[in-house]
């Protein structure tokens, strides 16, 4: 317990104020101190995704992230992301594409292909979605529904964009 | 008038299931996203020796450190040791059940065995103090070879004078005589890994003691009927221990096993406080079972017509540390030993032995992976030999229904291997051209038989309650474990398409023990045949209820009443008509009961005094094939899989999203299976102890799975489905390999196929006959 530091992180939206370690990981003090539960913990080493975040909008494996890494930044979740009454194009398109089974993963998946959209000018390729979700591992579905599922969601977003 | 027999209304249909809503949007609450106020965190001290005596240990200034509430040691376990059981809630005997020690005492067996358990105010406070216990271990040799351990002499892993598990023999027919006859013979000895399951959620859980006393343990588990084996440790009666499953964050068998249950039952009992335990990645990798490595003999003879006459297979698996489900999966590897064949001639010995590595038990499969490798690599050599397709040999010697197993059991059930194997092979599509001059590409397929359904001599059952509230919406109430299959909204669909009603209507309550009906475990391909029956014999009889009353307010008949929309129609007289809630209310009214609690029991059968396996083993099979397109670099031995297909009779689906899931989930399986999973061990050590060294494939590893779903409708689960999660990835990892073998014209007999295999395997060629074609 050695050095100690205050930090706030806005999650979807609303600001968090915690005391941490300097080592503590962002995603230990968003699940332990700030009951984001959504954020999940795989494997604490950035090797299967499950704990993916948008910091800044950007995706990020938390448990790599220090929290005081993450001080007067915004942290978006799948909570953030869309709501039951709001949702994420991709949010829509894994439930009714079979792209979620256990779910675990999801919400790190998720989050990278938001990413992967928000980068991409159009439809990226399936090449392109295998590769952006490569970091986030996944036992039960293999890949392909949910591959289906981003596709579907990306052109939901540009026929958005296009109709907008 | 029953569902049956008619267009389904909501079965088969690729409806969204109902969890999937909540789980993307982050509101499903896994074991460890739970909070209990005033919850002590806990950590297990693991053995550092694979192979050890304990001489001391000293736990005082563990206890001593700050925020420390219990240390607790075997001495301090009730009942330390008991018998495993999985939920079963008959004893079958016959050596299925073994030891289940819950703490090392005096021995250590595997590296990572528990020896001592902490609770304290926080994870770091429990961590130093679990550093802090002070074990003093005499480390013995070990023996890390299951060949070795069953040679006189051996070290004794346990405490019996031999090593040995259980062994197991199939004998039919005049195996020498057939071979003499046959034209053709090939043999080979084939080898496969551990493997780790890697289910994305770590074994977690909390427990509490509730206001009436009941020890409460809600973990991540495939069996929540480990309440008995906790209730047994802890020295209390059965109904004093509850567990609740919340949704599973993946299974695939390593959940089978007692995980973090009895831990924290334990420590909540010790401290009165509740309790949490999270393993690590690399804790979970190093402490919970993972799929045994065999080593398999195979010898098949056919005649020049391409008909198999004789197999004769002799094979040896490793249990590890304890046996746990090692007797059980050695038998399924013995009775699907010769897959989806007929062989009139056959021999099978089969022995499990003790080790110091980690200890082995259910992997999806359960068994029958290892062996589909090994036949199915050896129907392509007698393919070769005998200057046939892989596909004709296949369908010369297909299993049909009416055919006898190698224990003289006669299949009853739809048999469509035939249309599976056509179907997977044509879907390959025309064959991709190499990207280089040094690639060289292969096809293959390999088709494989599971059974659905648990043992039959565990005498299995399953209850679902199934009732109508008085504004019409329905309740089912079933103890399944929701891994990731869809198991909780499988059945909300089934009721639905019973009794009328959109799944939206619908609540499942699962996974408790105090408060669902029990529904037996969710493993062996078991949920949707056993608690999918359960429920549509509850659904059924509430329907019935519903009709009768409909029928009686209508005038007509019951039989004439139709159960749709929420509303019970007259069929062929489009003016009358009920709201189902009227109907519902109007049976509460009369005392007409409108919930229903059914049972479904699997087919009994008890063991029988034998030395030969036979007759019926399991309640009934899966049939299907994979197939696979793959390219490899002749100059780095990289192999890239270009085209995966399964295809597969699932008698019906349920929900074909789901179903088709399954199959490519499980394809996948197999596809890491044959090139990437390998718990590596070196003298019992782990060497692959986390995610960057022990690989498993990533979506930038795979082609899209082309799921090909045949549906029979004659298998033995609700509306003639078939089991299909384990099934769907026994062939998957033999169909890479008879690509592999496809593309380099050298076979491989061990998996996995790793670049450094298959580059030895080309140089070998490569110095022993003409060089690999570039292309076919």
């Known amino acids: 317990m050695s050095d100690m530091r205050e930090i706030e992180i806005e999650v979807n939206g609303r600001p968090l104020r915690t005391t941490v370690a300097l080592d503590e990981t962002l995603v230990d003090v968003l699940r332990h101190k700030l009951d984001v539960f959504e954020v999940k913990n795989g494997c604490g080493q950035g090797d299967c995704g499950a704990c993916t975040v948008l910091l800044d909008g950007a995706a990020v494996n938390s448990c790599l992230t220090l929290a005081v890494q993450a001080d007067g930044r915004r942290v978006t979740t799948v909570k953030g992301l869309g709501t039951p009454e709001d949702p994420h194009p991709l949010q829509t398109a894994f439930i009714e594409h079979g792209a979620v089974q256990c779910g675990f993963c999801s919400s790190g998946m998720i989050l990278s292909a938001a990413s992967l959209l928000a980068q991409s000018a159009g439809v990226p390729s399936r090449a392109e979605i295998r590769e952006a979700i490569s970091g986030n591992l996944c036992r039960c579905t293999g890949y392909t529904k949910i591959v289906d599922a981003i596709e579907v969601a990306a052109r939901a977003e540009l026929a958005d964009e296009r109709s907008a | ?202 074994e977690s859980g909390t427990a509490w003691i509730d206001e009436d006393g009941v020890i409460t343990i809600r973990a991540s588990t495939q069996v929540i009927e480990h309440f008995r084996d906790v209730a047994d440790i802890l020295g209390l009666p059965h109904n004093r221990v509850r567990v609740i499953a919340p949704m599973v964050g993946g299974g695939f068998g390593g959940k089978e096993d007692i995980t973090v249950e009895a831990y924290l039952a334990l420590l909540a009992r010790a401290t009165g406080r509740p309790v949490r335990l999270t393993y690590t990645r690399e804790e979970s990798i190093l402490a919970h079972s993972k799929r045994h490595p065999y080593v398999m003999r195979y010898r098949t003879g056919a005649t020049a017509d391409g008909r198999i006459v004789a197999m004769d297979v002799d094979m040896v698996s490793d249990a590890g540390g304890y046996p746990f489900l090692s007797p059980w999966v050695l038998l399924y590897s013995v009775v699907m030993a010769t897959g989806p064949y007929i062989v009139p001639n056959l021999r099978v010995d089969a022995r499990c032995a003790l080790t110091n590595n980690t200890f082995t038990s259910a992997y999806r499969g359960f068994g029958a992976p290892q062996v589909c490798f090994a036949y199915e690599s050896q129907m392509d050599e007698l393919a070769e030999k005998l200057g046939l397709t892989p596909l004709e040999l296949r369908l010369r010697n297909y299993l049909h229904t009416g055919d006898e197993l190698g224990t003289g059991y006669a299949l009853e059930s739809a048999v469509l291997t035939d249309e599976t194997a056509r179907h997977a092979w044509q879907a390959l599509g025309e064959p991709t051209a190499p990207r280089s001059p040094h690639e060289v ?115 007509v008949d019951p039989d004439r009443i139709d159960l749709v929309d929420r509303t019970a129609r007259v069929e062929g007289d489009d003016q009358k008509s009920l709201p189902i809630v009227d109907v519902v209310r109007a049976c509460a009214s009369d005392g007409i009961p409108i919930s229903d609690l059914a049972q479904f029991n699997a087919p009994f059968r008890d063991l029988e005094e034998s030395d030969c396996v036979v007759g019926q083993i399991h309640p009934d099979y899966t049939f299907g094939t994979h197939a696979a397109e793959v390219a490899v670099d002749t100059l780095t031995g990289k192999v890239t899989v270009l085209k995966l297909v399964a295809s597969f009779d699932v008698g019906q689906s349920i929900n074909k999203l789901s179903a088709q899931g399954q199959l490519e989930g499980g394809t996948v399986t197999g596809v890491g299976y044959a090139l990437l999973e390998d718990v590596k061990m070196d003298q019992g050590r782990t060497v692959t102890g986390a995610l960057d060294t022990y690989l498993v494939p990533t979506a930038a590893d795979l082609p899209d799975v082309q799921a090909v779903m045949l549906e029979s409708g004659g298998g033995k689960g609700p509306f003639g489905a078939k089991g299909i999660g384990e099934p769907s990835s026994t062939s998957g990892a033999p169909a890479v390999a008879n690509a592999i073998a496809d593309a380099i014209g050298v076979r491989l007999k061990q998996l996995p196929f790793t670049p450094e295999r298959v580059l030895t395997a080309l140089k070998e060629r490569e110095r022993s006959a003409a060089p690999v074609a570039s292309e076919r």
Not at chain 2, 30 to 43: C, E, I, N, S, W
């Open chain 2, 1 to 202: 008038m029953s569902a049956q027999g008619r267009q389904y209304r909501v079965i088969g249909r690729g409806v969204p299931r109902h969890d999937a809503r909540d789980k993307v949007f982050g509101r499903t609450r896994y074991a460890d996203d739970f909070v209990m106020p005033g919850t002590l965190h806990a950590k297990v001290l693991r053995s550092r020796y694979a192979a050890a005596r304990i001489v001391s240990i000293d736990t005082s200034t563990a206890a001593a450190m700050p925020g420390v509430h219990a240390v607790l040691t075997a001495r301090d376990v009730p009942h330390n040791e008991t018998t495993s059981k999985f939920g079963q809630t008959h004893s079958a005997g016959g050596g299925f059940e073994g030891l289940y020690r819950v703490l090392a005492d005096k021995k250590v067996r595997y590296l990572g065995e528990a020896v001592a358990l902490v609770a304290a105010e926080t994870l770091a406070q429990a961590e130093a103090a679990a550093r802090a216990i002070d074990v003093t271990y005499d480390p013995q040799p070990g023996v890390f070879d299951p060949v070795t351990a069953l040679e006189p002499g051996a070290y004794r892993v346990g405490e019996e004078d031999s090593n040995l598990v259980c062994a197991y023999k199939v004998r039919k027919g005049d195996v020498e005589a057939a071979f003499a006859q046959a034209d053709v013979v090939v043999e080979g000895e084939y080898r496969v890994p551990f493997g780790d399951h890697v289910y994305l959620e770590l």
């Open chain 2, 441 to 555: 590409i292969g096809r293959g397929i390999a088709s494989g038989m599971q059974s659905y359904g648990r043992l039959v001599y565990l005498h299995d059952s399953s209850r679902a309650f199934v009732g109508f509230e008085l504004d019409g919406s329905v309740v089912v109430r079933s103890g399944v474990q929701d891994i990731g299959g869809g198991q909780a909204s499988s059945i909300a669909q089934i009721t639905a398409e019973v009794l009328g009603v959109p799944m939206d209507d619908i609540t499942v309550y699962f996974g408790d023990t105090a408060l669902t009906p029990l529904a037996g475990t969710t493993t062996a391909t078991r949920m949707l045949y056993m608690s999918g029956n359960a429920t549509l014999k509850a659904a059924r009889a509430v329907r019935r209820a519903v009709a009768g009353k409909a029928g009686e307010l209508l005038g």
